[in-house]
């Protein structure tokens, strides 16, 4: 759960101003480790009530452990996966080390524009919801 801030609304997307921040980032020794990190980030939420909500308005925004999941999955474990099965098939049909290598690498690039291509689907699945602040 984040809280942020409405950035802009249009139906039925409302963009959200979120501040993520390293554990550290709150810490009172901060300015003297120099080790804080923290970064602007904006999320898009589909939201059904857009309407209710008014650009400024704080928020939460919330989203299920299994969207996280499904998140890494796709984005970590598939991929790595899809590269060791690469790599022993690879090195089954040619014997050679490097080309199974390179051919484990490359799969990638079929695999993330495939990711790419069907982002607006992924967006829709792992969504999040909004709530508002109190």
Same mark, same amino acid.
């Given at each position: ?44 939420? +589909? ?5 209710? /909500?008014?650009?400024?308005? *704080?928020?939460?925004?919330? &989203? ?23 790599? +022993? &098939?690879? /090195? ?18 079929? /695999? /993330? ?7 607006? *689907?992924?967006? *829709? ?10």
């Amino acid at each position: 759960m984040h809280q942020g801030t409405v950035d802009s609304i249009n139906a039925p997307v409302v963009r959200v101003r979120i501040l993520q921040a390293s554990a550290c980032s709150s810490c009172v020794a901060k300015q003297l480790c120099h080790s804080a990190e923290s970064k602007e980030k904006f999320i898009e939420v +589909f939201t059904a009530d857009s309407s209710s /909500y008014f650009v400024g308005e *704080k928020v939460l925004v919330m &989203g299920h452990l299994s969207q996280g999941l499904k998140a890494v999955w796709w984005a970590y474990c598939f991929p790595l996966v899809l590269m060791v099965a690469t790599l +022993f &098939g690879a /090195y089954t049909l040619w014997q050679d080390e490097a080309v199974s290598a390179l051919m484990a690498i490359l799969i990638l690039l079929p /695999y /993330y524009l495939i990711i790419y291509i069907l982002r607006s *689907k992924f967006a *829709k699945a792992l969504s999040f919801t909004l709530k508002h602040q109190i």
